[in-house]
């Protein structure tokens, strides 16, 4: 597991994404984090010798690892992902109009000289 216990996260997917907090305990075993002040629920207790009054806790709940990205810098990650996303559509464009029109071209060409070949012979049988 990449994350460490104090590490700035970025929660990437559920319903907390987009928002940023500190990594406060990790659970190697089930490959979860806790983040403190994200994926908050809400816990029902009964009264208990320890806790004399019961009721309804708001604590925060254990997301899997898969869900979280480590950041280091909050400014200049965010910049970073912007440029690269920018790049990557950039270069994904141009190489699909490159692949579109080679494979029309090889299609197009190949079967018509193969018809031409093959009806010459046929008539020169006859």
């Known amino acids: ?9 970025r929660i990437i997917a559920g319903k907390d994404k987009g928002k940023e907090g500190k990594v406060i305990k990790t659970l190697k075993a089930k490959n979860k984090v806790v983040v403190e002040g994200l994926n908050i629920i809400k816990k029902h207790s009964k009264p208990t010798n320890t806790n004399d009054k019961g009721g309804i ?4 709940a254990p997301l899997h690892v898969s869900n979280v990205k480590v950041i280091t810098d909050t400014k200049a990650s965010k910049k970073a992902e912007k440029k690269e996303t920018k790049e ?5 464009t141009v190489k699909e109009t490159a692949k ?15 018809k031409t070949a093959a009806k010459a012979p046929k008539k020169a049988s006859k």
Do not use: L, N, Q, S
Not at 88 to 92: A, L, N
């Open 100 to 114: 579109k029109t080679t494979p029309k071209e090889k299609k197009e060409t190949a079967p018509k000289a193969r």
């Open 57 to 60: 806790f708001d604590i925060e």
């Open 88 to 92: 990557v559509k950039e270069v994904k």
């Open 1 to 9: 597991m990449k994350v460490k216990v104090g590490d700035t996260v």
